[in-house]
């Protein structure tokens, strides 16, 4: 009988998605607060526990800044407290670009 057990185990255990575009309104993720949050619920339903919220930053199409990110980033934070997935904090994927150049 020891034999025939099967143990299941979720697929993302212990995974923190670090590349999503989850926070609201600032590039071509989420375009709400609500679908946010739908996200957060769905993150959840994978088992998925953890999300590091991962925005665009690209000067002409995508042009946030540490401030539109980090306001988009505390709206969704204190919209979530109650959710079973944790926000971990933020981070932007940056188009590597001539502008990226001159900040150096």
Known sequence: MFFNQIKYKNLFDGIIDFHNHILPGI????????????MLDMYSILGI???MASPHIYRDLYPNTAKSISNSYSVLDEASKNHL????GYTAEYMIDEF?????
Not at 27 to 38: A, P
Request: net charge negative.
């Open 49 to 51: 526990e953890k999300v």
């Open 27 to 38: 590039d071509d993720g989420s375009q709400s607060l609500e679908e946010s949050l739908k």
């Open 85 to 88: 997935v944790s926000l971990m």
């Open 100 to 104: 990226f150049k001159r900040c150096f």
